[in-house]
């Protein structure tokens, strides 16, 4: 039987544990204080963002989560996904899942990183976000599929990003994506039939049409790619540095996240008109154009020509920086994976 913590816990069942999904300290004494029977008792360990998504499917994950063995850790904020799975990996667990969208995703990863853990534990998503982007990458189609996949889906070693101020400083981590510019701000407003019709690109359109005026991002990238340094100056709209995700030209919007690359999609700013223009977007889904620029390597600099520093998001997660390094580490953290995931889907 499972145990969970937080607010799913039985009152009967609860006390010290209850206590246990607020411990969102680093310090060692203060949590095993906080968790007098030395922490996570499970070898698996599922951190569950309730308010992920609709917020409707708390009975769906803890029934399906108590059936296959799982200690859930309930989130009461944002930010506790990585102190959970932080203690989850010094415990010991050797499964870790995050239930949530990929922002918790993304947080569950960064814990494990913090407990040293990326490639000592198996990693697990199920989708109860929103967009679900990165476990539609790695073919985990439902809640309910995800639990099958855990418990019997292939196991594959994927590919975590990494940038900071400098090569040397990890600061952020990302599985699917890091985006600057447009897309960022103009997600909300998007219409469903216009990223249907143009995938990523409707964030760009959408974000031209509402925004009056857009600061374009002035940007210097340098790539370290394979066979050549590739460099890029200009004025950018959208910014994207994919691992599991890219932008779709044609085919499907998974990138290969086990080849140690990131696969990047630069923007540059255009008359609003050209890209309205239905030839204008045909062309962009195509290969590089005129105004689209595609580069693949395992390193990237990027530096922001301007004082002010730029938001970017990592798997949905904020960060301004004027200047960073994004890298790879190759094929470090283990993962089920769905049956639809293809681990080179452009067939380099
Ligand atoms: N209990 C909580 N209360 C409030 N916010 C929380 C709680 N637990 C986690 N969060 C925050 O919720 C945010 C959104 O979570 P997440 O990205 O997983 O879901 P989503 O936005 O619905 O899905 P997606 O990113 O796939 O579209 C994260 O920034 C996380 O820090």
Redo the contacts with the bound molecule.
């Keep these: 039987m499972s145990e969970t913590w937080g607010a799913l816990a039985d009152p009967d069942t609860s006390g010290d544990a209850v206590r246990g999904a607020h411990v969102v300290t680093d310090d060692r004494a203060e949590r095993e204080r906080l968790l007098p029977d030395g922490g996570v008792r499970s070898d698996r360990v599922l951190v569950y963002?309730?308010?992920?998504?609709n917020g409707d499917h708390r009975e769906e994950v803890r029934e399906l989560a108590d059936r296959a063995g799982f200690t859930v850790l309930?989130?009461?904020?944002?930010?506790?996904?990585v102190a959970f799975a932080r203690l989850a990996a010094d415990a010991g667990a050797d499964l870790v899942a995050a239930a949530?969208?990929?922002?918790?995703?993304?947080?569950v990863a960064r814990g494990l990183d913090a407990a040293d853990a990326l490639s000592e534990v198996t990693f697990g998503v199920v989708?109860?976000?929103?967009?679900?982007?990165?476990a539609g990458n790695l073919g985990i189609e439902s809640i309910e599929h995800a639990f099958e996949v855990l418990a019997d889906g292939e196991r594959r070693r994927i590919d975590v990003a990494t940038a900071g101020r400098d090569a040397k400083r990890g600061d952020e981590l990302f599985l699917n994506s890091c985006i600057a510019g447009l897309t960022a701000e103009a997600s909300a407003s998007t219409s469903p039939e216009l990223k249907d019709r143009l995938g990523m690109l409707a964030y760009v359109v959408t974000g031209l049409r509402t925004l009056r005026e857009f600061d374009a991002l002035p940007l210097a990238v340098e790539a370290d790619c394979p066979g050549a340094d590739k460099a890029w100056t200009g004025d950018a709209v959208m910014v994207l540095v994919g691992n599991a995700r890219r932008f779709p030209a044609e085919g499907r919007s998974q990138a290969n996240c086990e080849d140690g690359l990131l696969e990047v999609t630069i923007i540059e700013r255009m008359p609003p008109a050209d890209l309205l223009q239905e030839a204008a977007i045909h062309r962009l889904f195509g290969d590089e154009t005129e105004h689209v620029t595609r580069l693949l390597a395992p390193e990237l600099q990027v530096d922001v020509r301007r004082d002010d520093p730029v938001g970017f998001s990592f798997?949905?997660?904020i960060a301004e920086y004027q200047s960073l390094t994004i890298g790879t580490r190759e094929r470090v953290l283990e993962i089920p994976v769905g049956e639809s995931y293809e681990p080179n889907p452009e067939g380099r």
């Design positions: 963002n309730p308010v992920s998504g309930e989130t009461q904020a944002g930010g506790e996904a949530g969208g990929d922002g918790t995703v993304n947080e989708p109860t976000g929103t967009g679900n982007n990165f798997d949905g997660e």
